[in-house]
């Protein structure tokens, strides 16, 4: 572990709609707290078009001027935001160690963790090799790209539903891959895929294999588990909608978790099995996942810090 070059009452891990509310709310307690963004600012809402359902805008915002909003406000309030990604932390003592892009060292008073969820990938070998070049988990941000083409999307959650719907706007067609024979997206959601022409549902199927020359897709192979034939769907894109997975990896071993890796915090609070350790937002959330419940525990998780602090001074006093 390298030289410790700095200690902080609070440190925020992530930047978005959690992180950047701790950050005001700790900020305007005069906590000084310091914020890493991680790779993503501004988290998954930067990888969204309109948002429609945060209060106080009444009609919608954008995703990314959401998040630059989010941001603006605690700098307002002095939060010395960084880009940064926390590689490691020891929560061994009081004093918590965290380590910045695998050679800072930073130790903390208090840690709020705001680290959300990354979306899952198929796993597949064509998939990762293609990932950036026609293969994309995210319609919104790469939709754009495929104007007019055919392309194909994997899930059948909402998420899969509503963008299906995003890119049958822009594609000329849209193949959806449901490995079930039914849709675990609401009812709403799937009346409207139902009713969208351009989109093609291929129920029981699965990807088996993404093709391509090299350099871009041209294909997509699946496999129908009912029919058991195979087939090739002739598209350029390939999008993969199956839902997320909580970033806490780095927390394994000392913050206890879900067997999917969901931080487990104490009922009705954002406290970790850890003192001074906070938890909020997706990386702790895997039921309700909005941006507003997130917001809502960014606040849980600064006020409780403040707590802690106020509580631990007056101990020592
Ligand atoms: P979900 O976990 O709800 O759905 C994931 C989907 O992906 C499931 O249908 C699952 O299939 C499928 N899937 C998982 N792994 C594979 C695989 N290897 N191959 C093929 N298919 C696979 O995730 P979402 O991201 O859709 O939604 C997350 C949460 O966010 C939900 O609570 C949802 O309601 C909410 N949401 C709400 C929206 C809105 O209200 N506007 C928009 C988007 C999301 P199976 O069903 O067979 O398990």
């Not at 002739?234 to 206890?256: E, Q, S």
Request: proline share 3%.
């Amino acid at each position: 572990m390298s030289e410790v070059t700095e200690h902080v009452h609070c440190l925020i891990i992530g930047s978005g709609p959690a992180g950047y509310t701790a950050a005001v709310y700790a900020a305007r307690a005069d906590l000084k707290p310091v914020l890493y963004t991680g790779i993503v600012p501004g988290g998954q809402l930067t990888q969204t078009t309109d948002v429609e359902n945060f209060p106080g805008y009444p009609e919608g915002i954008m995703g990314p001027e959401m998040m630059e909003d989010f941001r603006k406000q605690a700098e307002r309030f002095g939060t010395d935001i960084r880009f940064g990604y926390i590689t490691s932390v020891d929560f061994t003592g009081p004093i918590h160690t965290i380590i910045v892009d695998e050679h800072k060292t930073i130790t903390a008073d208090t840690v709020i963790i705001a680290t959300g969820a990354s979306a899952k990938w198929l796993g597949l070998e064509s998939e990762q090799k293609y990932n950036g070049f026609g293969v994309s988990a995210c319609a919104v941000c790469d939709g754009f790209f495929f104007k007019g083409q055919d392309v194909a999307i994997v899930g059948a959650g909402d998420t899969a539903a509503e963008e299906a719907t995003y890119l049958a706007k822009l594609c000329n067609k849209v193949h959806l891959l449901v490995r079930r024979d039914e849709f675990r997206a609401s009812k709403a959601m799937v009346h409207r895929v139902l009713n969208t022409p351009n989109i093609e549902v291929h129920y029981t199927s699965q990807a088996t294999e993404i093709m391509g020359n090299g350099q871009t897709v041209t294909g997509v192979k699946i496999f129908n588990s009912q029919t058991q034939e195979e087939k090739v769907l002739d598209i350029t894109g390939f999008f993969v909608a199956i839902g997320h997975k909580p970033n806490t990896d780095i927390f394994k071993g000392w913050l206890d978790m879900d067997e999917t890796g969901y931080l487990i915090t104490k009922a009705g609070t954002t406290q970790t099995n850890i003192e001074g350790v906070f938890a909020c937002g997706d990386a702790q959330d895997k039921v309700y996942r909005q941006a507003v419940t997130a917001a809502g525990t960014g606040c849980m998780a600064a006020l409780e810090a403040e707590r802690y602090l106020a509580a631990k001074e007056h101990a020592m006093a």
